[in-house]
């Protein structure tokens, strides 16, 4: 009587699971912009058998947004989940892989993301900041003052922007835009940044220093700016990570720094 | 008559009842939820 089939994986398998972790890597390792993403659900998996010790996995995994910049060498299992109230962002991921000799390797993988709706968060949390268009005018004034507060007062190098990675927008009881945004070291200190700072060009690879700035512009009633940039220390990037990850971000005051 | 029996067996132990307190293995899939559900 031939062998009965393998009862089909289940999403909460230790196998499954293994294999979701070797999804989540890969789907963090070959983004370039944004978060990190931590596994919130297995949603579905399917092993089609190519033979012995070689089958073809099919997952599809729910992932969440984590705090954590893509560019942060901080490990994943350390990065904290987004919380719902702080506007999650939920990815959908169909990954391919194949096990060969119980080892995972991915073969393709299509990832969307969206944030959550605004009804949803407003309903649990109506004073809750909103997430805002990243080409906002007020958020990108507020990356702009952000930055120069910073390149103003560092005894450090000169920091350039590399992307905005979210913004919000609060409308009660007060007015507050609060950003975060990925940044780069350059070959300047702000002080040489002062007399040219056309001459402060973002550090050869090999010797990069990104970081990341967290800033909050209160607009209403009085003008209120606070910002924390903290720079990760020299890292060596995967040579597919491109440093500058979207079109950039053009100052409004003339003769301020350019991305 | 044997494969007879086997089946009559067979179609009456599929009308036995779960016993009491039986409780169904979960669907394999969807897996759990780790966090929290948008």
Redesign the interface.
């Known amino acids: 009587v031939p062998a009965a089939p393998p009862a ?6 230790s196998e ?1 699971e293994a294999a979701a972790e070797v999804g989540v890597s890969y789907i963090n390792g070959h983004s370039h912009h944004g978060y990190k993403f ?8 399917r092993v089609l058998p190519q033979g012995l010790n070689n089958d073809i996995i099919f997952l599809e995994l ?1 992932l ?1 947004e984590t705090t954590c910049h893509i560019l942060s060498p901080t490990p994943l299992a350390n990065c904290t ?1 987004r919380s ?1 109230t702080d506007h ?1 962002v ?1 990815g959908d991921c169909d990954i391919k892989l194949q096990k060969v000799d119980g080892q995972f390797f991915v073969l393709a993988s299509k990832c969307h993301s969206h944030a ?1 709706s605004s009804e ?1 968060i407003i309903q649990l949390c109506p004073d809750c900041p909103l997430l805002a268009t990243l080409n906002n005018t007020e958020v990108l004034a507020t990356v702009t003052a952000a930055l120069n507060d910073h390149n103003s007062k560092t005894a450090d190098a000169y920091l350039r922007l590399l992307e905005i990675g979210r913004a919000r927008i609060q409308y009660h009881p007060v007015h507050v835009v609060s950003v975060e945004f990925a940044v780069a070291a350059t070959n300047c200190s702000a002080a040489e940044a002062k007399a040219d700072v056309e001459a402060c060009q973002l550090l050869p690879s090999d010797q990069s220093n990104f970081g990341f700035c967290t800033a909050s512009m209160v607009t209403k009633p009085l003008q209120d700016l606070k910002v924390d940039c903290q720079l990760y220390g020299h890292q060596v990037l995967t040579p597919d990570v491109p440093f500058l990850s979207r079109p950039g971000v053009t100052y409004s005051q003339p003769g301020q720094d350019t991305a | 008559s044997v494969a007879k029996s086997a089946v009559a067996q067979v179609a009456q132990h599929d009308k036995v009842p779960h016993p009491v307190g039986f409780v169904p293995p979960p669907p ?11």
């Open positions: 089909p994986l289940g999403c909460d398998d499954s931590a596994l919130n659900r297995i949603k579905n998996i729910d969440l989940v719902f999650a939920e959550d949803d | 394999p899939c969807p897996g759990k939820v780790r966090h929290f559900k948008i």
